[in-house]
């Protein structure tokens, strides 16, 4: 069981940034299995993957974000971030942070391999 809530979106022009944060929750030894992501989602569109960590630390982008954004996870704060540089008009999007467990390690940006949503927080770039 994983209990996740974002913080961090707003407003912000093009080229600028922005730090979202996920806040979590779940049994202490969960987390050597527990791998995390974020999604977003625009009105109209499927919900896509963006990034991902792995419990070893490893990630994964999508094309469309790389270079621009990235990941990360504090577990003696129990929280994970997406750090969002070079912001553009199409990053505009509700962004939700999304967790599961595994033994192995993965790569995919799938939604359905992952069992646990926060709320989501929205995100706006203007141009």
């Known amino acids: 069981q994983v209990h996740l809530v974002e913080s961090g979106g707003g407003s912000v022009q093009g080229g600028g940034s922005l730090r979202l944060s996920c806040a979590f929750s779940?049994?202490?030894?969960?987390?050597?299995?527990?791998?995390m992501g974020w999604f977003r989602q625009s009105p109209g569109k499927e919900r896509e993957g963006v990034a991902r960590?792995?419990?070893?630390?490893?990630?994964t982008y999508a094309d469309s974000v790389k270079g621009r954004f990235t990941i990360s996870q504090d577990n003696a704060k129990n929280t994970l971030y997406l750090q969002m540089n070079s912001l553009k008009p199409e990053d505009t999007a509700m962004y939700y942070c999304?967790?599961?467990?595994?033994?192995?390690?993965?790569?995919?940006?799938?939604?359905?391999?992952?069992?646990?949503w926060g709320q989501g927080t929205q995100v706006t770039v203007s141009s």
């Open positions: 779940t049994y202490t030894y969960s987390r050597f299995y527990m791998y």
């Open positions: 999304a967790a599961s467990f595994s033994a192995r390690s993965g790569f995919d940006l799938r939604v359905r391999d992952f069992n646990y």
């Open positions: 960590i792995n419990s070893d630390g490893s990630t």
